[in-house]
Nanobody
Framework: QVQLVESGGGLVQPGGSLRLSCAAS????????MGWYRQATGKQREFVAR???????NYAESVKGRFTISRENAKNTVYLQMNSLKPEDTAVYYC??????????WGQGTQVTVSS
């Protein structure tokens, strides 16, 4: 069974940076679109960033220019580099394997808190 395990979350002050990692078990990592979503307290889960097998990327407007998604297929890992963090970035961040279908696989989430 495929599993996604996120890491790298934590507490950071506004303007700081964090790098999230998502390690995937199983095979065929390179053929899947991978993404990051987030869910703030009291809000619905929202799209953050996506990267295709050919490394085309897509970002939510709110994070463009600040976040960068990348993948390292040899390590079955997708990353989210987050710079210039704002308090409104505070959320649980979830790794996703898929392209928005019922077959998507989700990680358990990692907490990111941006606060002074």
């Amino acid at each position: 069974q495929v599993q996604l395990v996120e890491s790298g979350g934590g507490l950071v002050q506004p303007g700081g940076s964090l790098r999230l990692s998502c390690a995937a078990s199983g095979s065929s990592f390179a053929i899947y679109t991978m993404g990051w979503y987030r869910q703030a307290t009291g809000k619905q889960r929202e799209f953050v960033a996506r990267i295709t097998p050919s490394s085309n990327t897509n970002y939510a407007e709110s994070v463009k220019g600040r976040f960068t998604i990348s993948r390292e297929n040899a390590k079955n890992t997708v990353y989210l580099q987050m710079n210039s963090l704002k308090p409104e970035d505070t959320a649980v961040y979830y790794c996703n394997r898929g392209a928005g279908t019922a077959f998507d696989v989700w990680g358990q989430g990692t907490q990111v808190t941006v606060s002074s």
